[in-house]
């Protein structure tokens, strides 16, 4: 298997463009999770999705980011307009059976906005 | 709401040492927990998952343990290598509801020298 795999791997941008990060999980996993990562924070959950309806975006920072999953193969976090506080790793996970399922990783999304 | 601590943040031992990396949670309340490893530039690696059910688990030279009435975990290394150096991250899954975010520790960066 693959893994979870994202795009693009870096992403340096100005403030006020729109930012789309990919992720495609791990086939046959049915749940998916978005993560930033800072030095501050550590990793914070944005949003996750089962069966590809989000089911928590309570810590999406703020209307400038949406996350969409119109597949089972495939998700999207769009940031529109970025910022330079937006900049972070962002990774994409998934997992199969919810709360029992073992957590995997993509290899991330470094954003930088400047 | 949940908090996971992770001590020490830094951890620096000669090559062939055994250690415990220590991580705590404050609501006992949870469905699992999973320890992870992260190297510079990469994204996490998952290396030992305990169900709330279990007291420990083994993989070569890790073991984990658990302890939920305490809120504590610990992650032993047996016979460190160089390649062992990494930042190692705790996950607590708490249960309640349909809910499952995992909550993150901050990380301990485990450095061995050859």
């Known amino acids: 298997d693959a893994g979870v795999i994202q795009s693009p791997r870096h992403e340096v941008t100005e403030m006020g463009q729109e930012v789309t990060l990919r992720c495609k999980p791990i086939s046959g996993h049915d749940y998916l999770f978005w993560y930033r990562q800072t030095m501050m924070r550590g990793l914070e959950l944005l949003i996750y999705f089962n069966n590809n309806v989000p089911i928590d975006d309570s810590g999406m920072p703020e209307d400038r980011f949406s996350a969409k999953m119109p597949n089972a193969s495939f998700s999207t976090l769009k940031i529109q307009p970025s910022e330079p506080r937006d900049s972070a790793v962002y990774f994409c996970a998934s997992s199969r059976q919810g709360a029992t399922g073992e957590l995997f990783f993509g290899e991330g999304s470094r954003l930088t906005v400047l | ?114």
Do not use: H
Request: net charge positive; hydrophobic share 30%.
């Open chain 2, 1 to 114: 709401k949940q908090e996971v601590t992770q001590i020490p943040a830094a951890l620096s031992v000669p090559e062939g040492e055994n250690l415990v990396l220590n991580c705590s949670f404050t609501d006992s309340a949870i469905y699992n927990l999973q320890w992870f490893r992260q190297d510079p530039g990469k994204g996490l690696t998952s290396l030992l998952l305990i169900q709330s059910s279990q007291r420990e688990q083994t993989s070569g030279r890790l073991n984990a343990s658990l302890d939920k009435s305490s809120g504590r975990s610990t992650l032993y290394i047996a016979a460190s290598q160089p390649g062992d150096s990494a930042t190692y991250l705790c996950a607590v899954r708490t249960s309640g509801g349909s809910n499952y975010k995992l909550t993150f520790g901050k990380g301990t960066l485990l450095t061995v020298n050859p």
